[in-house]
């Protein structure tokens, strides 16, 4: 997507009838436009050539191609353009190897319009943060990867949290609710007991917490023992944590 025009999409797909279906979703969500159709190799490499999408929607099987052979051409050219592979193919194998050759998304069919419209905001946001970083920066931070590897958005285009395994958001919230009482900070000791936690799964969710600056974390040096991590929320804290 380049300024601020929509994101354009090649259907990349032999069957007609199923191109028909994604251009028509398409045109359900806001801030994509389908450029074209091609049904065969010759068709997809000319009009990646003429269009240069930002986006393929793209099958696996063809009757004169494999898509997993177009995808790996495309990105061995260097092309600045995405793909969403969406396929009957469920072989272990051949998503293995789409994700290995840098696919960003694999949908498989039927595709339902709710799991499309995900797949395609998620890209949208994606792409949208891609274009705004190489607008502002030169290199980036190890956040701003992780911010455009792992954010996702909900149903409505809105950002959601991309929560790693083993941390509950419900668990999440009451960690922040429990911080947000006090004006000094507790420790994860403290945290545990208010929430009725182990203290090493309340330390989980703060370090968690402290990662994407959602809270703080300083040593505090009592009179006895050891220094303890005491965590308070930061002043960039909000409620839509990453």
């Known amino acids: ?8 999409v090649l259907i990349v797909e032999d069957d007609l009838r199923i191109a028909e279906i994604q251009k028509r979703f398409l ?9 074209g159709i091609a049904a065969s190799y010759v068709e997809a490499k000319t009009l990646i050539d003429i269009l240069q999408p930002d986006l393929l ?15 790996k051409e495309t990105k061995q050219q260097s092309k600045q353009m995405d793909v969403i592979m969406i396929t009957a193919t469920k072989e272990i194998h051949k998503v293995q190897e789409a994700i290995s050759i840098g696919v960003f998304d694999y949908i498989i069919k039927p595709v339902v319009f709710e799991r499309f419209k995900q797949s395609l905001l998620r890209f949208k946001d994606y792409h949208g943060k891609l274009l705004q970083l190489g607008k502002e920066n030169i290199h980036v931070t190890q956040q701003q990867v992780d911010r455009l590897l792992r954010k996702e958005v909900d ?33 994860a000791e403290s945290v545990a007991k208010e929430i009725g936690v182990s203290r090493t799964t309340a330390r989980r969710y703060l370090e968690h917490l402290v990662s994407n600056e959602s809270i703080e974390a300083d040593l505090s040096y009592g009179t006895v023992g050891r220094p303890e991590r005491v965590y308070i929320v ?3 804290a909000t409620k839509n944590f990453l």
């Open 1 to 8: 997507m380049k300024g601020n025009r929509d994101i354009e």
């Open 27 to 35: 045109e359900q969500i806001e801030g994509f436009q389908a450029v």
């Open 57 to 71: 929607l793209l099958d696996v099987y063809f009757p004169d191609m494999n898509g997993l052979d177009l995808l």
């Open 155 to 187: 149903g409505a285009g809105n950002e959601k949290a991309y929560l790693p395994k083993g941390i509950d958001p419900l668990t999440l919230d009451k960690v922040l609710e429990v911080l947000g009482k006090v004006e000094y900070g507790l420790t």
């Open 234 to 236: 930061s002043s960039k």
